[in-house]
């Protein structure tokens, strides 16, 4: 009797409590996690939506931003975030805690999730950086062209809000603004560059000086408490 109950203790202790059980899950550290699902979840879908659709901000899964976009720009994007705004740097390298594995993970599960190079046709959109300074005079009749049905005469809101609000156009930086102008927000029903003037793109002129204009309406350095600077 005492013989078999030491083997129905025995049996019992190797594999039937659950504390056993549980000490034997293997636990996957943070910086192990390699499943882009999981990493873009836990980081970026907040922002930019579950898809990449730009719910807050960019559509980061966009195929026009993905077009404009290479890997060497959102991998440099997601290391050190923009300085200013309100994207911080997830890199190691940077303060963040993503590894530089990690952070290949998301530039490559973007590309291959959302990349699709015939999405835009013939059609070429502007570059994703600035070549030259824009005009602002120049500027404020393209924003009458192309923005003003949506956004109001003077940029103050109609159809959709203000995009001269001093308190937004602190936070974001031109080359958001560059962006936005380019991608849209397809969340929100924003066309991209194609889609403000029927049969009308804008050009990169358009976009660098339509830019130039909303960032003369930003109030001056000394009203801000960050300097946005020229990063996304």
């Known amino acids: 009797m005492k013989y078999g109950a030491l083997i129905v203790a025995a049996g019992l202790a190797s594999c039937g409590l659950p504390g056993r059980r549980a000490a034997e899950t293997p636990v996957i550290r943070p910086s192990e996690v390699t499943d882009f699902r999981v990493l873009y979840r836990k980081n970026c879908s907040g922002c930019h939506g579950i898809d990449g659709q730009g719910a807050l901000t960019v559509a980061i899964g966009s195929p026009v931003y993905l077009t404009i976009a290479d890997n060497a720009t959102i991998r440099r994007v997601i290391e050190q975030g923009r300085p200013g705004t309100a994207m911080p740097a997830f890199g190691q390298t940077a303060g963040g805690l993503l590894t530089d594995t990690q952070v290949d993970v998301l530039v490559r599960g973007m590309r291959e999730r959302w990349a699709r190079p015939g999405a835009r046709g013939s059609d070429k959109p502007p570059d994703y950086a600035a070549s030259q300074p824009g005009d602002t005079a120049r500027g404020h009749d393209v ?15 109609g159809r959709a809000g203000s995009i001269v609000d001093t ?41 660098t000086d339509v830019v130039a204009w909303l960032a003369a309406q930003r109030p001056p350095l000394s009203a801000q408490s960050n300097h946005p600077g020229g990063s996304e």
Request: hydrophobic share 30%; proline share 7%.
């Open 167 to 207: 308190s937004y156009l602190a936070l974001v930086s031109d080359q958001h603004l560059r962006t936005l102008t380019i991608t849209g927000m397809p969340a929100l029903g924003a066309p991209d560059w194609r889609g403000n003037v029927p049969g009308k793109p804008m050009s990169d002129a358009d976009v």
């Open 143 to 157: 924003f009458t062209t192309f923005c003003s049905s949506c956004h109001g005469s003077d940029g103050r809101g």
